[in-house]
């Protein structure tokens, strides 16, 4: 009985933020953008890119590069087309429609992963490297995490 007391009283203490409020807490807590998680992914993508030709060149493999290349397509590509529908506007009227859109290019996301992967044989012929292309998409793909972890760290911009 008593917490059926304590509920209603804090939502009856709930008050609005006012503007200068809100715009207060979004400069303390900037939200990164999708497309600004996508472009460190890329970067970290043509890092290991750069290396895995070096490497190819320094030890005379074919196919490392262009490998790796297409391990960072298989990350890249379907995660900008997801972020693309996602940030459409078509779709997100209601709840139910914005997590029905979620699951939409989700999907779309993951079936064009796996069909990457099972044409690389047929894309890249006899310069497929399956590990460097594991690499490639491994290391772009937990590239975001680096980022998630690198913002723990750093301070937050406060104006």
């Not at 099972?118 to 292309?133: H, M, Q, T």
């Amino acid at each position: 009985m008593s917490q059926d007391l304590i509920n209603e009283e804090e939502v009856d203490d709930f008050r609005p933020l006012t503007p200068e409020q809100a715009n207060a807490w979004r400069s303390k807590f900037p939200q990164e953008s999708v497309w600004h998680l996508l472009k460190i992914q890329c970067w970290a993508g043509g890092f290991v890119v750069l290396v895995a030709f070096l490497v190819q060149e320094a030890l005379k493999f074919t196919g490392l590069g262009l490998s790796t290349l297409y391990g960072v397509s298989t990350v890249v590509v379907p995660a900008a087309i997801c972020a693309r529908g996602l940030s459409s506007r078509f779709g997100g009227a209601s709840l139910a429609a914005s997590v029905a859109k979620f699951f939409v290019w989700e999907f779309a996301k993951v079936a064009l992963v796996v069909s990457m992967l099972i044409l690389a044989p047929k894309v890249l012929g006899e310069d497929l490297s399956w590990p460097a292309l594991i690499v490639g998409l491994v290391f772009t793909f937990k590239s975001f995490w680096a980022f998630v972890v690198w913002q723990q760290f750093v301070p937050t911009k406060s104006a």
